[in-house]
């Protein structure tokens, strides 16, 4: 199996930055891409972003489009979402994904393994 484990959230001011990482252990073969996802607190959880599994191929939600960074260390087995400019509405649980995949492309769901989450917080 595979164990995703989150790290880097916390209290950050509107304005400000954060980088979370997710590392990967287990049955991490090569060919996965990897993603995250949000919930807020009463709503849904969303994509966020993912990476395909060469890294060459990425996808934001509309909502962190130009803000939000995905990237990733294939020889570390770890991901990393960069947030930059973090306003109060990115508060949410984040949560890490991957998801086996053949084809070298960044999925928005049918992810098969999930990390426990970590919470980011934004003030205002």
């Known amino acids: 199996q595979v164990q995703l484990v989150e790290s880097g959230g916390g209290l950050v001011q509107a304005g400000g930055s954060v980088r979370l990482s997710c590392a990967a252990s287990g049955r991490t073969f090569r060919s996965n891409a990897m993603g995250w996802f949000r919930r807020a607190p009463g709503k849904e959880r969303e994509f966020v972003a993912a990476v395909s599994w060469s890294g060459a191929g990425t996808i934001y939600a509309d909502s962190v489009k130009g803000r939000f960074t995905i990237s990733r260390d294939s020889a570390k087995n770890t991901v990393y979402l960069r947030m930059n400019n973090l306003k109060p509405e990115d508060t949410a649980v984040y949560y890490c994904?991957?998801?086996?995949?053949?084809?070298?492309?960044?999925?928005?769901?049918?992810?098969?393994?999930w990390g426990q989450g970590t919470q980011v917080t934004v003030s205002s």
């Open positions: 994904a991957l998801k086996w995949s053949s084809r070298d492309y960044p999925p928005t769901g049918n992810y098969d393994y």
